[in-house]
């Protein structure tokens, strides 16, 4: 049984209305020193220097990517952009957690903003392989570019509303003394665990399209069909990006299912290491291997040519074809 105090929130039998009343203006207002017994919901206070260093890189990821996007109006810059205010948002909350240890909606703000963020990076991943599959041809890939963004963006989005509807679901809970978070965490998990198969689908094309690059260029006379020095540099910058998200959704993955009292979600360095660090990289590495600059002969070939340069594009690729990369926002 439980009771309602005068808001009409429920007050667990256990707790006296004083002290519910205490526990409530603790979360929702800002009490800067730790009390002795009483822990923040991270079990630490956030460290301030991690946050404002933070909110700085992605911050200019967020400038760059913007640039990039404004001078090339490429989606993989628009994606990683959004990806990076994603993260400014969440590192925003948990600089204000830093100062407010136990304000509840600084809590909120990081964790369902920080658990959705590399999302957006991966969908730019995904766009970026479409982009490199019609510069060297249908016949290099299993996938068509446009099934590509249909298949893996759809992934995307699937794994971003099971991993936000978790968020909500466990940040309800978290504002109640007693509230059971395990259904919300759970989610989450399998929101990550989703994200985590495409992504080891996603990697499993990416080798298979290297495959069929390397034996195009082998087989032919002329030394065409394989790839230039700028789309090996782009395809390191895909790869190193790729392998910083997929090790963070792992982190995440095995520090949500050891739950909000695990060792891992406890100790903020882990967090720091193995998510913060590993995105800015994941983000950072495109603004100095630009998909947009350093393809752009390429694309201008193609789009010159009408047909694709590179590979030997079969006359029932109509989607190069007919659009070249007229289309390619990418």
Known sequence: ???????????????????????????????????DGVDPTYGYRPTLG?????DVLFGICVIGH???????????????????????????GRTWSAKCPYNNDAFLMQITTLIIAPTFFAAAL???????????????????????????????????????????????????QGGDTKPGTHTMVAGIAFQLFTMTVF????????????????GRSDGQGGLTRNMKLTLLALFVSFVMIYIRSVYRTVELAQGWSGYLITHEGYFIG????????????????????????EVKKVNVSGKEEYGTTTGDDSEAQSGGVRGMSL
């Open 66 to 92: 913007l640039i990039q996007l404004i001078r090339f109006r490429r989606w993989t810059s628009g994606l990683m952009m959004v990806g990076a205010i994603t993260e400014v948002i969440g590192w925003a």
């Open 50 to 54: 991690a946050g404002i260093a933070f």
């Open 203 to 218: 990697a499993a094309l990416v080798l298979d399209f290297l495959r069929r690059v390397y034996k195009l260029a082998k």
């Open 1 to 35: 049984m439980s009771s309602n105090n005068a808001s009409g929130s429920d007050i667990p039998d256990s707790i006296t209305p004083d002290l519910w009343a205490k526990w409530m203006d603790l979360q929702r207002g800002c009490y800067p020193d730790l009390i």
């Open 274 to 297: 193995l998510d913060g660090s590993l995105m800015v990289v994941s983000a950072g590495i495109f603004l100095v291997f630009d998909p947009a600059v350093l393809l752009r002969d």
């Open 126 to 176: 995904y766009v970026l392989l479409g982009m490199l599959i019609r510069l060297l041809g249908r016949q290099t890939s299993i996938l068509s570019a446009k099934w590509y963004a249909i298949v893996f963006c759809t992934c995307d989005v699937i794994s971003l509303v099971i991993q936000a509807v978790g968020g909500g679901m466990a940040a309800g809970e978290s504002d109640k």
